[in-house]
């Protein structure tokens, strides 16, 4: 309805939701419909019960090094043409400036399909994608003064940059002259491996790349305007 679907969970554990998404998105795209005015919508928190992980990603960086983490499911691939399946991977506990977010809804954007079959050549395996992300705050760091548990927050395409140049004081970090961290497909700075996206139960993200989203908005409508939304308003 008006162009978006919400993807409900199945009780059997042998078809995916997001393969589901996946077809959608290339049958719309075969028909000739606008590929902008079409989004879904993935509920990770219903998807995932009766769903055990079949693959465990863990970070190459040494664990002197790194904060500690947890296991977080979530939904990826391993290569340009391996099945989107489920696996385990890791986000971290939170520092002194992160927000952790249980994930009710990520959009699902059609940059999403082209990143998981590597057709930009620059896909990072595995690849969880997700960047259309709306959730419930579960955790604050100690430093945190904006959100506190239990408040709607939301998270897009970035979740990091180096916060010193001129481009990231200005408030336009997708400048950033060091290379601003997207939520997905880039190298981690703090774990190591890849950022993984929004197709997973939660995220840790700094304060300053979260979003306080008011309680009188719909989260399953909200989550599209993370992404498309916002590339597309004038």
Known sequence: RNGRATLAAR??????????????LRRNAASGK??????????????FNGFMSDTVISSPTPSSSRPAVRQARAWGATSATSPVASMSIERREPLADDVVIDILYCGVCHSDLHQVRNEWQNSIYPIVPGHEIVGRVTKVGPDVTKFREGDLAAVGCMVDSCQHCAPCKAGLEQYCEKGNIQT?????????????????????????????VPESLDPAATAPLLCAGITTYS
């Open 11 to 24: 009780s059997d554990s042998s078809t995916s939701p997001l393969l589901h998404a996946v077809d959608l």
């Open 34 to 47: 606008s590929k902008a005015a079409f989004g879904l919508v993935l509920s990770p928190s219903a998807q």
């Open 184 to 212: 997905y497909n880039v190298p981690d700075p703090i774990l190591g491996g890849p950022t993984f996206g929004g197709y997973s139960e939660s995220i840790t993200v700094k304060e300053s790349f979260t979003l306080k």
